[in-house]
């Protein structure tokens, strides 16, 4: 298998027995370029940065079972991106129907149990950061029909619901907007989950009060291996952890601090003592302008993973619980609660 040299036949066993969830990748903007969701494609830059880290063939080859895609929209104005949303969704979909047989477009936990089982691979959807809604609750019932699992509040820009840690009009006192509150309220109604990367302090304890559901961190750093201004810190661990959520390691050196995998599994390991068996969670930002670990340049590679979670001590039951288990069971608890037909463009 392409990029598992060193991993031994007790983690290989361990990573097939897997259900293994990415909470985030953004690979659907490479999409909108060009980029062939359905070939495979190796990393075009030194250290495989910034992106060409996932297709359908790696994805296989890794052993992953379902894959979040992080709908990324550039606010540079206030119109057009519920379309380029409404288009990402349109591209992964296209791409679903083009081989039945590998990809499906899910919702739900048993739907990626189904696809472990029949040996497919299962893609869900959700939106980076609240202005793609173009401050309209009812595109949030849209894309929900669309099939939508999540929304970040924010991104790197402030917009109608909430200010980000970092970015233009990133604020420490900003919280959640009237629209802000309206649209947790919304997702609950909806089995929409709040996912809260990039939120600054106020918005995500904010938010965390207010949600009547478990909330997710879909990719992140922690403060308490790597203190940067985008991680989140032991309180807001807690805080998640507390309320049934689970938190996306993120794969960015940057933000792990350091180059190897072994700086990764700090980082889920963290969580894992400060949260608890049912708070980590992958969240790789594969395809999002990353550098990953050297050890880990592509989604193929993900069974180096579970090798270095197996050489940390860690039970099978904990790893499996880590490599998707978390996300599944708050899909669980957090099921969609509307269907409509799909609406893309």
């Not at 040299?5 to 370029?33: C, N, Q, Y």
């Not at 507390?242 to 794969?251: N, P």
Request: with cysteine; aromatic share 6%.
């Amino acid at each position: 298998m392409h990029l598992t040299s060193g991993v031994s036949k007790d983690a290989m066993e361990i990573h097939r027995r897997a259900v293994v969830v990415d909470l985030h990748a953004d690979t659907p903007t490479m999409m909108r370029f060009g980029y062939d969701l359905l070939k495979r494609h190796s990393p075009i830059l030194p250290m495989a940065a910034w992106g060409f880290h996932l297709d359908v063939p790696r994805m296989h080859e890794g052993g992953l079972t379902g894959q979040f895609f992080g709908l990324v929209t550039f606010p540079l104005t206030r119109v057009g991106l519920f379309d380029i949303v409404l288009k990402q969704i349109a591209l992964v979909r296209d791409a679903a129907r083009l081989y039945p047989n590998q990809l499906r477009i899910v919702t739900e936990a048993q739907e990626i149990l189904a696809c472990k089982s029949d040996g497919f691979l299962a893609a869900l959807f959700g939106v980076e950061g609240a202005h793609a809604l173009e401050g309209s609750l009812e595109n949030l019932d849209i894309l929900a029909g669309a099939g939508l699992r999540y929304v970040g509040l924010t991104h790197f820009t402030k917009n109608r619901a909430a200010s980000p840690a970092m970015g233009l009009g990133g604020s420490k006192n900003g919280g959640l907007t009237e629209f802000g509150r309206n649209l947790v309220e919304k997702c609950n109604d909806l089995g929409v989950l709040v996912d809260l990367a990039h939120s600054n302090r106020k918005t995500f304890k904010e938010a965390l009060e207010l949600s009547r559901d478990p909330v997710i961190v879909s990719h992140t750093g922690l403060n308490g291996v790597r203190k940067l201004w985008r991680n989140i810190d032991d309180e807001q661990i807690r805080g998640v952890a507390d309320k049934g959520g689970c938190i996306g390691i993120i794969f960015s050196r940057y933000f792990l601090g350091g180059k190897h995998i072994s700086r990764l599994v700090d980082h889920i390991c963290h969580c894992l003592d400060v949260g608890g068996e049912g708070c980590p969670a992958l969240g790789s930002d594969f395809d999002g302008l990353i550098v990953p670990p050297k050890e880990l340049p592509d989604v193929s590679a993900l069974p180096r993973l579970t090798q270095e979670l197996l050489n940390r001590g860690l039970r099978e039951e904990t790893i499996h619980k880590i490599l998707g288990g978390n996300v599944l069971r708050v899909m669980r608890e957090v099921p969609p609660s509307k269907s409509k037909e799909p609406v893309v463009k």
